[in-house]
């Protein structure tokens, strides 16, 4: 790998946000301004800190960074099953959910992979 923009991973996190942000431009304007932009930040959050800890020195930073965009995910994950119960979109959300889910498993092993590198 190159650069960052070579991971699997970053690009169907970067499918993700994209579909994140189609998403919550459908949300009613009062959901928008809450629950839509923390959506927003949350999806923005997961590449960035892919691309981030990929340019850090150490294998310990890039680990951080790997987990700190785990959590985006399982943010991300929590916020498309509030957007489901509580009837904000009436657009099928499980396939976005599978999604993070692979971008999630991709995203451990790559953070198991690294932290047996460094023992």
């Known amino acids: 790998m190159e650069t960052f923009e070579d991971l ?15 998403l919550t431009q459908q949300f009613p304007q009062r959901h928008h301004y809450t629950l839509g932009q923390q959506l927003e930040r949350a999806s923005i959050s997961v590449p960035s800190n892919i691309a981030e800890g990929y340019g850090r020195n150490t294998t310990a930073d890039y680990i951080r960074f790997l987990s700190i965009a785990r959590g985006s995910v ?17 657009v099928d959300l499980k396939p976005l959910i599978e999604q993070c889910y692979e971008v999630r498993r991709m995203l451990n092993s790559m953070i198991s992979t690294l932290e047996r590198k460094i023992r």
């Open 8 to 22: 699997k991973v970053w690009q169907k996190s970067m499918l993700v946000a994209k579909s994140v942000y189609e």
């Open 74 to 90: 399982n943010e991300i994950i929590t916020q498309l099953m509030l957007t489901e119960m509580m009837g904000i979109n009436k």
